[in-house]
């Protein structure tokens, strides 16, 4: 019985019990059946769980679990969920760990003692029988909820209690059913020997489970030990409440409500002043009686709209708790009155009158009680009954510009539904100059919106002109950033004085609904983004250094370029958990004096290195004449984005064999998409080519890139490469000095390289392990390569393999001279023939080789015109194939090589092999005679271990048709 798991299975199981509240144990379990009893013995270990039990786990302490070997996980049990409900387990185990005594004997007096063991035996079973039958009829009884099987047939039965849940072990002797909960440990499915009943997913949740266990138990006249549950009273039931006692209506504040609270105190939230309303905001609360969930909600939104930190949010959002769990603790609460001081503290005055009325309105019972017939929410932009709509000012008061059926038309608020109000956001809620609109403004074509955009780059900003076309179509593509499903980042690099911030502000000033600021916080950019998945925003950093090293900032930016990635914030609080899901995606903008350092950053970055330039016109002279024209530019830019919202952009905009995929591709698609049709397109794409070949040009350049074209050099395929071959092969490559004592090479692009690092990435970038291995008849260190592996890392460096229609994967050649890189010291290049095992590097054939050697009559292993031309360079002769019977040196004579064995590889492939099976893939020249046969590769490995004594050579063929 093996005790591997399916790994991912098993994370995204545990990940929802975490989502739910849980603490998660990661576990290794090692079960063993007993030859006698066949029950499963189980060996657990796991990690200390203990902190756990005191405060829940975090969503970075659940990230950082080590899942190393583990093929469980088990959760602690008594947690309370967001809803408030105590997770427990009743727990059913049948396994009995009974042995029957050994009847063999030599004597009577051992005979009669196993007798009296069989009969006690017997009892004891006869006993286990009847309390697995008791069992089974409590739990038939129980309500149907999530049953999980374990390894030896028990169950465990997952029940949710409204009220706390107390363990109960008194009655397993008597029913082997025990209820778990209470800092006690679980084994989840799907962990090893752990499974789900089908249809069983569901949680049956219990007002008190305790007393229904308890009733039960009576029931089947089973007796737990009252002082481990919550039934001891002598009247189960709970007290009825006088009939003239009612309790206080709980009301909650509506999203409008609460919005105009967060606008009157948000410029009070300072340092120093927090902590001391939110305890005002909570005495407020419980004195008018607003529900607990109202008062987080206000404290998370002036979190949010504030600097206010994580840590310090978390921290506030737990006093709302501590309050509203010991109020009765605290009579002399200052609620209303504590927000007069706190108000006059900070401003310095008194809160004006006409404001204290108005909260004052938005609090009492008389307007909360009165439950509103529709809910009231802001937005900047969605879609709506009136049509696609976008947040503006018009005569100094927000309203709603909306576009229908091509017509533009101005709204205070909007409807969805017959339930749902949307009002416009205020400029305090906003970080960017408001849009405005002129009825009379003309509906301009996206030509021209993009010239105009391009003017104001080329005027302001003293760029190359690819960079001034890609800023002017980011702007553009920012606009549109619900039609596309990745976008690009751009990050300006330079000095001082060099023109970065210019070209933020001016994005600021085009951008679609932009936050520009400086060292932004993650809480700041996903804050601003918020849950709405219909707005896209413009995140714009200046001063971005350091970006990169921030963990939490740098996850963010990853995910953010792909549509749909959210941040999953916990906000961990005494009676549970409340998650929110923060969008991420959205056009970001950065200016730094360094470059980032982080790998996985940089990929995502379409980079601008700025030196101090000379605009046409400083952005410090700019006028009111550019302030309106600017601001013009942006409100016609607005006006597009809403009368093209029912248009998709173009999905298909490379074709099959662009070459452009990845990373890349998700860059430069979103770019090609907004501007499919203008004149920018054409130069666009020349920037993509020069991006891709630069891209590529970096690659091979690195270590990896080197490997991973020494190994398709050497290999051939299902047969292994020895590390001896590659080492020598980089030795070369690299113009290494090797010292075979320290096991090192100095190389001057790479410093010193050791084995162990070469062996390393082999393993790593060709997922490659090593092996001891005969190959030539001596014992080394081999590697074994997977083939669709190794096309997929030749895709990578700019490799390709050639297609055949073998049962293998055929040679692979590079794709053009270009993939491998002008500094490419391939010493393998002018070279027409390699030895057995050995694929030619080479690019491209050498101009001075004929078109078929072997029929010139030249001799085979030399490359050049014919022998003693005095016009051609000097001959080059290839190394022969070291065999068994020879170990003393690979040198041979032109003798050796007439009398040998030659073969050559045949591309394209040609008519079938004369096995019927394969097409022709080489061609045998056997010599002195010159017999030639066209073989498949099937054939020629078959005649090629047939000939192992014999002298063979490989010659490529890459541009040599199959004459």
């Known amino acids: 019985m093996t005790d591997s798991v399916n790994l991912a299975e098993l994370k995204a199981a545990a990940e929802v019990w975490h989502e739910d509240g849980a603490s998660i144990i990661p576990i290794h379990i090692h079960q063993t059946p007993d030859p006698q009893t066949g029950c499963h013995t189980k060996n657990c270990s796991f990690t200390n769980w203990g902190k756990w039990i005191k405060q829940p786990q975090t969503k970075e302490e659940f990230q950082n679990l080590n899942w190393t070997n583990k093929n469980g996980f088990a959760i602690i049990l008594g947690y309370q969920d967001q809803n408030g409900y105590y997770l427990t387990s009743v727990d059913f185990d049948p396994k009995t760990n009974l042995k029957e005594p050994k009847q063999q004997t030599h004597n009577q007096n051992t005979l009669q003692q196993i007798e009296e063991e069989l009969k006690q035996y017997k009892l004891k079973l006869a006993q286990h029988t009847l309390a697995v039958e008791r069992g089974r009829k409590l739990l038939a009884d129980l309500p149907k909820s999530r049953l999980e099987l374990t390894v030896n047939g028990g169950y465990h039965i997952l029940y949710k209690s409204k009220q706390q849940v107390k363990t109960v072990k008194s009655v397993h002797h008597a029913c082997k059913v025990e209820v778990l909960t209470e800092r006690q440990m679980c084994i989840m499915a799907p962990s090893f020997g752990y499974k789900l009943q089908e249809n069983t997913d569901a949680i049956a949740t219990i007002d008190d489970f305790n007393q229904l266990f308890y009733n039960l138990c009576q029931k089947h006249n089973l007796h737990p030990n009252t002082s481990h549950t919550q039934s001891n009273k002598k009247n189960t039931q709970p007290p009825k409440q006088p009939q003239h006692q009612q309790s206080p209506q709980i009301v909650e504040l509506d999203d409008e409500k609460l919005q105009q609270i967060v606008d009157a105190f948000t410029s009070i939230w300072t340092q120093g002043s927090r902590h001391n309303l939110t ?28 600097d206010t930190t994580d840590s310090d949010a978390t921290g506030f959002l737990r006093d709302v708790h501590n309050q509203y769990t010991n109020r009765k603790d605290n009579p002399d609460l200052k609620g209303w009155t504590g927000l007069l001081e706190i108000y006059q503290q900070v401003k310095g005055c008194k809160m004006p009158p006409e404001l204290q009325k108005k909260l004052a309105d938005t609090i009492t019972n008389k307007a909360t009680n009165e439950k509103a017939s529709k809910l009231v929410v802001r937005k900047d932009c969605g879609l709506a009954d009136q049509g696609y709509y976008e947040a503006i000012y018009q005569d100094d008061k927000p309203c709603f510009l909306t576009y229908n059926k091509g017509v533009f038309e101005v709204y205070d608020s909007v409807t969805k539904g017959e339930d749902i109000i949307i009002l416009p956001k205020t ?29 104001e780059f080329d005027l302001f900003v003293d760029v190359e002109p690819k960079w001034v076309d890609v800023l002017s179509s980011c702007v553009l593509l920012s606009y549109r950033q619900e039609k596309i499903d990745s976008t690009p980042y751009i990050y300006i690099v330079g000095d001082n004085e060099c023109g970065k911030t210019v070209i933020l502000n001016l994005l600021s000033k085009l951008c679609y609904r932009p936050l520009h600021s400086v060292s932004l916080t993650p809480a700041n950019i996903y804050g601003y983004i918020g849950t709405d998945n219909e707005f896209f925003g413009t995140i714009l950093e200046d001063e971005a250094q350091g970006l990169d090293r921030d963990e939490e900032k740098a996850k963010l930016y990853k995910a953010g370029y792909t549509k749909g990635t959210k941040v999953a914030r916990t906000l961990q609080t005494q009676s549970g958990r409340h998650i929110e899901y923060y969008n991420t995606f959205g056009f970001k903008a950065s200016a730094a004096e360094k470059m980032p350092s982080n790998k996985g950053f940089v990929e995502r970055n379409l980079f601008i290195h700025m030196t101090e330039g000379e605009p046409k016109k400083d952005w410090g002279d700019k006028n009111k004449q550019d302030e309106q024209r600017l601001q013009m530019l942006r409100n016609d830019l607005l006006v597009w984005r809403l009368s093209v919202q029912v248009v998709d952009l173009p999905e298909q905009v490379f074709s099959a064999d662009s070459g452009v995929r990845g990373r890349l591709k998700q860059i430069w698609k979103p770019l090609l998409q907004v501007t499919a049709g203008l004149a920018v397109e054409h130069r666009l794409r020349e920037y993509l080519e020069q991006n891709r070949r630069d891209r590529l040009e970096e690659k091979n350049k690195t270590l990896e890139s080197y490997i991973v074209r020494a190994v398709f050099a050497l290999h051939e395929p299902n047969r292994p ?18 010292d075979d004592k320290k096991q090192k090479m100095e190389t001057p692009e790479f410093g010193v390289l050791t084995k162990r690092r070469v062996g390393s990435r082999i393993g790593a970038v060709l997922n490659a392990k090593s092996n001891r291995t005969t190959i030539e008849g001596e014992y080394v260190v081999g590697y074994l390569f997977d083939e669709t592996k190794l096309a997929r890392a030749a895709k990578k460096y700019g490799l390709t393999t050639q297609p055949n229609n073998s049962s293998t994967v055929s ?21 027409g023939f390699v030895c057995e095992n050995t694929v030619n590097s080479m690019c491209q054939k050498p101009e001075n080789m004929s078109v078929d050697p072997l029929e010139n009559g030249r001799s085979v292993g030399s490359v050049g015109s014919v022998d003693n031309a005095k016009d051609q360079p000097k001959q080059q002769t290839l190394l022969p194939l070291k065999n068994k019977t020879d170990n003393k040196t690979n040198s041979t004579t032109q003798k050796d090589m007439d009398t040998g ?23 045998i020249t056997i010599r002195p005679t010159d017999q030639t046969r066209r073989v498949c590769q099937t054939c020629f490995t078959q005649f090629r271990d047939e000939h192992k004594a014999e002298r063979i050579f490989l010659r490529r063929r890459d541009e040599v048709g199959a004459n």
């Not at 005495?283 to 939104?301: D, P, V």
């Not at 490469?721 to 090797?738: N, R």
């Not at 045949?906 to 004369?914: D, F, G, H, L, Y």
Request: proline share 6%; aromatic share 12%; glycine share 6%.
């Open 279 to 306: 305890t005002a905001f909570c005495g407020w609360f419980i004195k008018q009686n607003i529900a607990k969930t109202s008062a987080l909600k206000l404290i998370g939104r002036l979190c949010c709209a504030t």
């Open 427 to 455: 400029n305090q809620e906003i970080p960017y100059e408001p849009y405005t609109y002129n009825l009379s403004t003309p509906l301009q074509s996206v030509e021209v919106l993009f010239e105009r955009v391009w003017v």
């Open 721 to 738: 490469v020895a590390f001896g071959a590659i080492w020598k092969h980089l030795e070369g490559e690299l113009d290494g000095v090797v």
């Open 811 to 831: 040679t692979v050649l590079p794709i053009v001279k270009e993939a491998v890189g002008a500094n490419t010291k391939n010493k393998a290049d002018n070279l």
């Open 901 to 923: 064995t030659f073969y050559e590889l045949i591309v394209p492939p040609a008519e079938p092999c004369s096995c019927g099976v394969f097409a022709v893939e080489y061609a």
